[in-house]
């Protein structure tokens, strides 16, 4: 065979949409800790650095682990529309509730 069947490929896609929101979750989390202690813009600096560092090796392990290593467009793009969802909608009820 060629490559991954298309049913694969939607799961992979939809897991990769759950994977982005997670990791929206995760910068929200950044976001309420940096909103109550820090306001310092090194400090905001390397928290965005090590949010980067920790989204970048879950994304290599996610990708490792769903396709085995095979980087495709669709799992990057399911992460950001994932990570979009949940900027758009329960980050704003976070940050309203907080």
Do not use: C, H
């Not at 694969?8 to 990791?23: E, N, W």
């Not at 979750?25 to 400090?43: D, E, T």
């Not at 920790?54 to 990708?63: A, D, M, P, Q, R």
């Not at 980087?71 to 704003?92: C, H, K």
């Amino acid at each position: 065979m060629f490559g991954i069947e298309l049913s694969a490929q939607m799961y992979i896609f939809i897991k990769s949409v759950a994977f982005g929101f997670m990791l929206g979750g995760i910068y929200n989390l950044f976001m309420l800790f940096r909103i109550s202690l820090m306001k310092n813009f090194v400090a905001v600096f390397l928290q965005d650095i090590i949010f980067f560092v920790i989204g970048s090796i879950l994304t290599f392990l996610f990708v490792f682990e769903t396709n085995y290593g095979q980087l495709r467009f669709y799992i990057f793009a399911g992460e950001l529309i994932g990570f979009v969802l949940y900027y758009f909608f329960p980050a704003r009820l976070v940050s309203l509730l907080w």
